[in-house]
């Protein structure tokens, strides 16, 4: 059958444009499962919606389509939730999304933040036992505090051997679940979301030998790093403008229920974006070598 070439492109283009607009599809980025609701703790995961792939050919297109996703073998995930308010970043949204202001921290808004403190209360916790993708993880710990930052996991093959997150013939969606606390706006706050980023990894090959493979590791953040210099294994294959476009992030979007000020308007009220610093996912995204639990196990280490 003779297709129409100028139809069918079409086709492809709208598809790809409405996968990268909701970013709830199959074969979707990785992001996360809920939203949570204002002022309540709960459980939720990342959604690992396919394995790892070279953005050489931006998804969506026939290019990237023909590529066979590798399997993933494990994830890492970094929250912005240090007491250090240097080591995350705030940002102050306009109409559209883009990043506008940056706030030094979120005293003036969220509940339980105290001025020249981090936003310590995001509540992060892990989980063991049933829904877990893979059977082994270690909490990313600040070690000084103790603080959950964001956490390893992996299938194995120790401490314990686990499946691998099967990517072919067909894709599977992986939920790789973690904890959350309860956040509240503060009464005298115009916000009226705030946007969680959390920098999450999905690695399909570890060691030495595949680090210059581009179908190595998907790296789920807004932009590259120090460390994270590869744009390739990075949400599309061309940095974001930032002044132009939403960057993309695995995003736990918190919308407020409770009542805004009445001097709040359409015009002063805004919604706020925060995600770990460079630093802070260079130091946490990694997962090191080492004995277990201090590090994944062996030699074999995803970096
Ligand atoms: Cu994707």
Redesign the pocket.
């Known amino acids: 059958m003779i297709q129409n070439k100028t139809l069918k492109k079409l086709t492809v283009y709208t598809l790809a444009t409405l996968m990268v607009g909701t970013g709830q599809l199959a074969?979707?980025?990785t992001g996360v499962k809920d939203r949570p609701v204002e002022g309540t703790a709960g459980y939720t995961a990342f959604t690992v919606?396919?394995g790892c792939t070279t953005n050489a050919a931006a998804?969506g297109s026939a290019e990237a389509a023909a590529l066979v996703p590798q399997n993933v073998i494990a994830v890492s995930a970094v929250f912005p939730n240090s007491a250090d308010p240097q080591d995350a970043v705030i940002y102050k949204l306009d109409a559209a999304g883009l990043q506008t202001t940056t706030l030094p921290d979120l005293s003036n808004d969220i509940d339980g933040v105290t001025a020249g403190v981090g936003f310590t209360g995001l509540g992060v916790g892990l989980i063991a036992g049933g829904g877990t993708l893979f059977p082994n993880f270690i909490p990313a710990i600040n070690p000084t505090t103790k603080a959950i930052r964001g956490f390893h996991t992996w299938s194995g093959p120790s401490p314990y051997k686990g499946a691998d997150l099967q990517e072919s013939p067909v894709s599977m969606t992986g939920l790789v679940p973690f904890r959350y606390g309860a956040i509240k706006f503060k009464s005298t706050s115009c916000a009226k979301s705030l946007k969680i980023r959390i920098a999450v990894a999905n690695w399909c090959k570890r060691g030495t030998a595949s680090k210059k493979d581009a179908d190595r590791v998907d790296v789920w953040m807004g932009h590259t790093t120090a460390k994270f210099t590869d744009q390739l294994t990075m949400p599309r294959n061309l940095p974001y403008d930032a002044t132009k476009e939403v960057p993309f992030w695995p995003t736990l979007t918190l919308t407020r229920t409770s009542a805004l000020p009445a001097t709040c308007t359409a015009t002063n009220s805004y919604d706020l974006s925060i995600e770990p610093a460079d630093a802070d996912i260079d130091k946490y995204l990694p997962i090191p070598a080492g004995k277990f639990p201090a590090g994944a196990p062996g030699t074999p280490f995803y970096n």
Do not use: T
Request: no cysteine; charged share 15%.
């Open positions: 074969l979707a980025h919606g396919h998804e």
